[in-house]
């Protein structure tokens, strides 16, 4: 491997840590853990190394070889990488995860770290680059997203372009959900994976965006979606994140509802469309983040 960009992306998500192995001219290789539910740290370490030893394995690559590693993870971060918010991983909250994870794989420099929003950003734009200004919205467990401008990032607070997934979208509704850390109302109480299932949400089913029940949180989204064309002013929005993606089937209703008499204040001519990098974006876009640092 002398010679030659060994990257590896972990990617720590709220139900299942993704594991992107990413050699120079060389396919990726990924995998992911078997699914957890607010783990214990000790128990949230073994899913790491266990899917990291198995990506390894399959490479045929040893710990030593790698060129760096950059972990992914579920929420804001402060200057030093220490996650400050995880309301779907608390265990994860105050502690040095990259000097854990260091020592766990006994590697010879700390890893970096990035919230998921921008590794799942910087893995679609790899993929699929766009110029001007994006807004990749990430949807999964928890909702959160980040703005590129032309492939940089715009990071306003703790790692991020701002706490998209706690945005209140919920219009004044006395019974809006609330959300696990993130508040009444917020956009993550309405359309984040957990709280599909509680309203309901067949998720299993490829049409679940067209199903009865989620049609309050495609109406949140979109007053969501309005809020931030308002205050970034994107050329597009992308959605990303295993909910994001699969809303490919509500995408002209869901573009109706944010174009209904929206503010002047928004771009007169912006688009929006679904990602392509499915589960795996952030993983991958974190061990990209590698490659770009040592090109």
């Known amino acids: 491997m002398a010679g030659r960009t060994v990257s590896l992306g972990i990617d720590i998500g709220g139900t299942a840590v ?28 073994g899913a790491i190394t266990r899917t990291v030893h198995v990506v390894l394995a399959e490479a045929g690559i040893a710990a030593r070889d790698l060129t760096g590693v950059c972990i992914s993870v579920p929420g804001p971060i402060d200057e030093t990488g220490i996650v400050t918010a995880a309301a779907n991983l608390p265990a ?11 020592a766990q794989l006994a590697l010879s420099d700390k890893p970096a770290v990035m919230t998921d929003a921008l590794a799942a950003a910087l893995g679609e734009h790899a993929q699929h680059p766009e110029p001007s200004r994006s807004l990749y919205l990430s949807i999964g467990t928890g909702v959160g997203g980040v703005v590129l401008d032309d492939g940089r990032p715009l990071l306003i607070t703790r790692g991020t372009s701002g706490h998209i997934g706690h945005i209140d979208v ?12 993130t508040g ?4 993550e109480a309405y359309i984040g994976y957990r709280a599909l299932r509680e309203a309901g949400v067949p998720t299993e089913s490829p049409d ?43 995408l002209d209703r869901l573009s109706a509802l944010v174009r209904d008499r929206l503010s002047a204040a928004a ?26 640092r040592h090109g």
């Not at 990413?22 to 370490?45: C, H």
């Not at 994860?92 to 260091?102: K, Q, S, T």
């Not at 007169?268 to 983040?289: E, M, N, P």
């Open 18 to 45: 993704k594991a992107a192995l990413l050699v120079e001219d060389g396919p990726a290789v990924m995998r992911t853990s078997s699914p957890y539910d607010r783990p214990a740290l000790d128990a949230l370490q």
């Open 92 to 102: 994860i909250v105050g502690i040095d995860l990259a000097d854990r994870i260091a």
């Open 170 to 181: 919920s219009g004044g509704e006395p019974d809006a959900p609330i959300g696990s850390g």
């Open 184 to 187: 009444r109302g917020s956009l």
């Open 208 to 250: 679940w965006p067209n199903h009865p029940a989620a049609q309050s949180a495609i109406n949140a989204l979109a007053r969501g979606i309005r809020t931030m064309l308002v205050i970034y002013r994107p050329d597009r929005v992308i959605l990303l994140g295993g909910v994001g993606i699969e809303l490919a089937p509500a």
């Open 267 to 292: 771009p007169d001519v912006w688009l929006i469309r679904c990602g392509t990098c499915d589960q795996y974006a952030a993983a991958l876009g974190a061990a990209r983040s590698v490659h770009l």
